[in-house]
C-alpha cells in the first residue's frame, strides 16, 4: 500500500493520530481516495477528496487535520458522486465538505470549515447552498437529528451575516 492509501484508512477509520503521522511522513493532504473494501460501506464512488470523506463521517479534528495540511477547502468534484450512511444513499453533484457537512448536520465539522473561509455561496448542480440544503434537512427530519440540521442553518445564516457586514465595512 502507498501513503495515500494508508492515509485514506486513517481518515476512513478516524484514526487522527495515524493520519498526523503520515501526513509528517510525507502522505498528502490533497490525496483522493481509492476504492478499497475498507470505504465501500461509505463510499461507492472511487477518487473521492479525503477532506470530503472526512467531513461525511463527522469528524471534525479530521478535517482540521487535513485543512492544516493543504488539503482544497472548497474543491468539489464536478461528477456525480454516491455517498451512503446506514440509512440513505445521497447523490452529490458538486458537492463541497461544508454541503456534506450541512447536508448530514455536522455542526463540529460545519464550524471549522466556516472558520478555514469555506465559500458560503457555492451551490450545487441544483443550485442548492449548504444553507438551503441544512435548513430543508432539519425540516424533513426527527429530533434531534433536526435540530442538529438547524444548528447547522443556524450558524451558516451567522457566516453569511458577518461577511455581508464586512464587505460593507469595507
Do not use: I
Not at 461525511?56 to 495540511?69: C, D, P, S, T
Amino acid at each position: 500500500m502507498t501513503l495515500a492509501d494508508d492515509l485514506a484508512d486513517a481518515v476512513c477509520g478516524g484514526a487522527l493520530e495515524q493520519a498526523a503521522a503520515l501526513l509528517q511522513a510525507g502522505a498528502d493532504a490533497r490525496a483522493h481516495t481509492r476504492r478499497h473494501p475498507e470505504l465501500w460501506s461509505v463510499y461507492f464512488d472511487s477518487d473521492a477528496p479525503l477532506l470530503h470523506l472526512a467531513a461525511l463521517r463527522g469528524n471534525a479534528a479530521m478535517v482540521k487535520l487535513l485543512l492544516e495540511h493543504g488539503a482544497p477547502l472548497d474543491e468539489r468534484p464536478s461528477q456525480e458522486r454516491s455517498y451512503q450512511t446506514h440509512d440513505d444513499t445521497y447523490e452529490v453533484p458538486g458537492w463541497s465538505a461544508l454541503m456534506l457537512a450541512a447536508s448530514y448536520g455536522f455542526l463540529d465539522v460545519a464550524r471549522v470549515l466556516v472558520a478555514a473561509g469555506a465559500d458560503l455561496d457555492a451551490t450545487d448542480a441544483s443550485h442548492d447552498s449548504a444553507l438551503k440544503m441544512a435548513s430543508r434537512a432539519s425540516r424533513r427530519r426527527s429530533l434531534p437529528a433536526g435540530s442538529q440540521h438547524a444548528a447547522v442553518a443556524a450558524l451558516l445564516r451567522g457566516a453569511k451575516k458577518a461577511k455581508k457586514a464586512r464587505q460593507r465595512s469595507r
